[in-house]
């Protein structure tokens, strides 16, 4: 407690002893297969990643990791904390072979005791999804972001907006844009308008912002007549909506000049 203190406060050097010393104090009282050893281990390894110190930290890490899946299953919550942490270390160090497969692994333990829909569950497929992207794999990136859309991409109360249905879009817009994908995108756009006018209406920020996409992905396409036409749509809805001096104005009025 004293250690998890220290390191709190930023007095990393000093927390570092106190987590060598448990260390040293589990295995002296429990031998090396104890859960409190791969804690030990884990917490040592975290407080040296924090200081820097990431070659020195990812042997403990990667104990910590086998000794958890040796001692309390591999499909302990304690395990899929081990390979996030793994994984995030060696995303860090610029390592990314074994992130995918650490992440899938660490996402299967965790659908196994939380809820599918679980924040924590949808974060770590979007994390998986970057990475993907950072390795340069579109094609999978692709399919963890469709699947992640579909998983948060649900109804809410006539008016409000999800958030975090619009970012996760937003990612997978991007990644399909920048890869040409394009006719295939634009049915997803289409698809999500057509929700999205049904659940709240064309005025709502949902609405206007898959018209503004759909009239990008127009423009991409060469489509010039139907791309202004959308976009003066999507104009036209934002000042109902927002009134005549809201700063999306200013961005869709310089994508229809261009």
Known sequence: NLAVLLKKQGRLQEAEVLYRRALTLFQQLYGEDHPGVAGSLNNLAGVLKHQGNLHE??????QSLALRER?????????????GNLASLLREMGTF???PALIRRQIAIMEGYREQDSSKVLATYQSLATVLQEMGNASEAKEVLVKLVKAVDKPVPRGEVNEQALATRDSLYNLMSEQGMLEELERLVRGWLAADKKTHSEFHEASIRDMNMLALLLHRQGREEEATRVMQRALQATKKAKGNTHPMLADMLISLAD
């Open 57 to 62: 930290a990812l042997p403990l890490y990667r």
């Open 71 to 83: 001692v309390v299953g591999a499909a302990h919550p304690d395990t899929e904390a081990s390979l």
């Open 97 to 99: 072979v074994e992130v």
